[in-house]
Structures are given as C-alpha cells and as structure tokens.
C-alpha cells in the first residue's frame, strides 16, 4: 500500500487585514498605555517629565493608527501584494 501526502494550499493572509490587525492592535497598546499613565500620575508614581515623554510617544502611536485608517479607508486603497527581498525577487504575500 502507497500513502501520498498531498499537503493543503497555503493560504496567504489578505494585507490589508494583517494592516488593520495592526492598526488595532497599536490602537488598543494606546489606549491602554494612556489609561496606565494616568492612574500612574494619580498615584504619584510619575512626575510631569514622565507624563510628557509617555503623551509624545501615545502621539506618535495614534498618528501611526490614523494613517493606517486612512490608507485602508481611501478607494481603490492598494496594498502591495508583494515586496521585493535581497535578491530583487519578490516574496509572495510580502508587506
């Protein structure tokens, strides 16, 4: 008796769903982080310095949502279905 493996298709992961994961996830670490600091500052356990170091960086990590957003909300939004590697050769279902 011959058993053949015949392994499934792999199924590559639609970008723009991995982008909105993403978005999400940096999104929820935000508002977490946001919440964190200001019972922190409640409880005296960071001083304004602090504070200001932990808004600039919430910044940053909002405007990164707000452009992934953007960029997935805009019609005829294209998301490279594949990026160049080393080589010059693309690698399928890159980022």
């Not at 670490?29 to 808004?55: F, N």
């Not at 805009?74 to 080589?87: F, I, L, N």
Request: charged share 25%; no cysteine; net charge negative.
């Amino acid at each position: 008796m011959h058993l053949s493996f015949r392994p499934y298709p792999r199924v590559q992961p639609r970008p723009n769903f991995i982008i909105g994961m993403v978005g999400f996830l940096l999104k929820a670490s935000a508002d977490s982080l946001a919440r964190l600091s200001v019972e922190l500052q409640d409880r005296e356990y960071l001083d304004d310095t602090d504070m200001a170091v932990i808004e600039a960086q919430l910044a940053g990590v909002k405007s990164t949502f707000a452009r992934i957003e953007t960029e997935l909300a805009a019609p005829g939004s294209k998301v490279r279905e594949a990026s160049p590697s080393q080589d010059g050769a693309s690698v399928p279902g890159g980022i």
